[in-house]
């Protein structure tokens, strides 16, 4: 999709479909200049009531007389007073969805400056972008026939009043695109089924960016590495599976040679089965999404490069398959971990926090500002907070702090749990350091408190992404997330370097 910007009269833009908006019962600033080169055409809709001005609804009007458009759609933002984000959001959806519902090849957009408070005209076209592009995704790799009936939205322009606001809204709709381009890679790498998603491929993958981008290095860390650094947590997860276990690094350098880098760090399970603690066979298919938080690292390493953020940035992937077999770790196995403490496997199906343990350790040789792993944990997490928020621990308050602001301007919210000391008790082992399992309750919280053992020399937090990463059932697909909540917490941290002050508002 190509973006761009244009100024002059929308009366006279040839375009395919002109989009204005409505604020509650009032139209929009361009939206009130059309509506009198159309001899009062929108203000009759609106005073019938087929659109009520509410964030998300959508009225397509066609040959409106006096326009040039071949189409005018009225987008309600709802009412002003209570405009916020989140509404704001869910309006820039809609219009996406309503324009891919359409033939429209080309599209105006006029927001006329509308933001939530806090935020500017940026932000809104960052959205809209991400939200135009997010909305032509779809994953038919494997399909044997691929519809024939694509997206058909090819370019869109947004209105700018002058030369500044057109160079803004450029700025912010590349932003938009290449974190769409991130997401949507993202989503790509979860949704590939796991005979083909394997270690190696999430590598290749990795390795595929680094051609691309020239900032970006790859490196792989192979199994005879990882058991002369002591990665024998890692090691054990992929002990059952003839796919061979991955330490994926890319590293970015687009900030001054030698700054210590932010790191994120994902769990790439790319099957689990639980192992040897054999999971339910009634969704074990979905366990394909097992390495969405290796995928978030990979797409939000897209982005980051695709924006030139002058930071350095590390991803790491912790890649294996876990699988039952003769030679599969057994319950009641103790392991030992790069860190050198030792483990008490009690559930195979707990794997997650071995392949993230081990790779944590590891990259304290970056000496990293910041740390973030990503990870499908726990179904914990799942009946704690649903579909909507990402669980978010960390030993650190300014960090989470970060995390949490990030996630409520880029909408793709988190929500801090404790990791308090008093948890830790529910890991004792009386053959090993800890165990890899605690209690039944509190469980998104022992596994957090597990990894809080293998972060202590630097600032880190813990995304558990198990209930927001994908969605279930029939309409089952990978969403990409936490990708956007890692891009601004990147940008916010890119912004904060510049300027030398922080960034969060909290």
Not at 66 to 73: I, K, P, S
Not at 276 to 299: H, N, Q, R
Not at 411 to 432: G, T, V
Not at 468 to 482: E, I, L, Q
């Amino acid at each position: 999709m190509q973006f761009s910007t244009r100024s002059g009269n929308p009366v006279r833009a040839r375009t395919h479909c002109l989009v204005l908006t409505v604020l509650g019962d009032s139209l929009g600033a361009t939206a009130r200049e059309v509506d009198k080169a159309s001899k009062r055409a929108l203000s009759r809709v609106l005073k019938r009531g087929d659109i009520e001005g509410k964030a998300g609804q959508t009225l397509i009007l066609h040959d409106v007389p006096g326009v040039a458009a071949q189409r005018v759609m009225l987008l309600g933002l709802g009412d002003p007073k209570k405009l916020d984000a989140a509404k704001l959001g869910t309006a820039l959806r809609a219009l996406a969805s309503a324009l891919g519902r359409t033939s429209a090849k080309s599209a105006l957009v006029c927001l006329d400056g509308v933001a939530p408070p806090g935020e500017d005209a940026e932000w809104s076209h960052t959205m809209l972008a991400e939200a135009l592009e997010s909305s032509t995704y779809r994953y038919d790799d494997m399909r044997g026939t691929p519809p024939a009936n694509g997206p058909t939205l090819e370019t869109v322009e947004v209105l700018a009043a002058d030369r500044d606001a057109a160079q803004t809204a450029s700025d912010a709709l590349t932003a938009g695109s290449a974190l769409a381009a991130g997401l949507n890679l993202a989503k790509d790498l979860g949704n590939t089924p796991a005979n083909i998603c394997t270690p190696t491929y999430l590598a290749t993958a990795a390795r595929d960016l680094a051609r691309t981008y020239q900032r970006l290095k790859t490196t792989v860390v192979e199994e005879k590495e990882m058991r002369e650094l002591g990665m024998g947590a890692l090691l054990s997860v992929g002990a059952g599976s003839n796919e061979p276990s991955k330490l994926v690094v890319m590293e970015y350098k687009g900030g001054p040679k030698g700054d210590a880098p932010h790191a994120i760090v994902g769990k790439g399970i790319t099957f689990d089965t639980g192992g040897i603690s054999l999971k339910g066979p009634a969704t074990m298919y979905e366990m394909i999404y097992d390495m969405c938080g290796a995928a978030s690292v990979i797409g939000t390493m897209k982005t980051v490069a695709e924006l030139e953020l002058p930071i350095n940035v590390l991803g790491v992937v912790a890649s294996a398959e876990n699988m039952p077999s003769a030679s599969a770790t057994r319950p009641g196995d103790v392991v030992k971990t790069m860190s050198g403490q030792t483990v008490e496997i009690l559930n195979t199906d707990a794997e997650g926090r071995l392949v993230l343990c081990d790779a944590l350790t590891y990259i304290a040789k970056y000496e990293p500002k910041t740390v973030v792993d990503i990870a499908t944990l726990t179904g914990a997490i799942v009946t704690a907070l649903g579909a909507h928020a990402t669980g978010l621990f960390a030993n650190d308050d300014g960090l989470a702090d970060e995390l949490l602001d990030a996630g409520t301007r880029s909408l793709d919210r988190a929500w801090r749990l404790p990791i308090w000391e008093d948890y830790q008790s529910s890991l004792r082992s009386p053959s090993a350091d800890m165990a890899n399992v605690g209690g039944p309750g509190a469980g998104s919280i022992t596994a957090a408190c597990f990894l809080a053992r293998f972060t202590k020399s630097y600032r880190w937090a813990h995304l558990d992404c198990a209930g927001t990463a994908y969605r279930s059932g029939t309409a089952r697909a990978s969403t990409g997330r936490p990708v956007p909540l890692l891009v601004q917490y990147l940008r916010d941290r890119a912004a904060e370097s510049a300027e030398g002050q922080p960034r969060t508002r909290r």
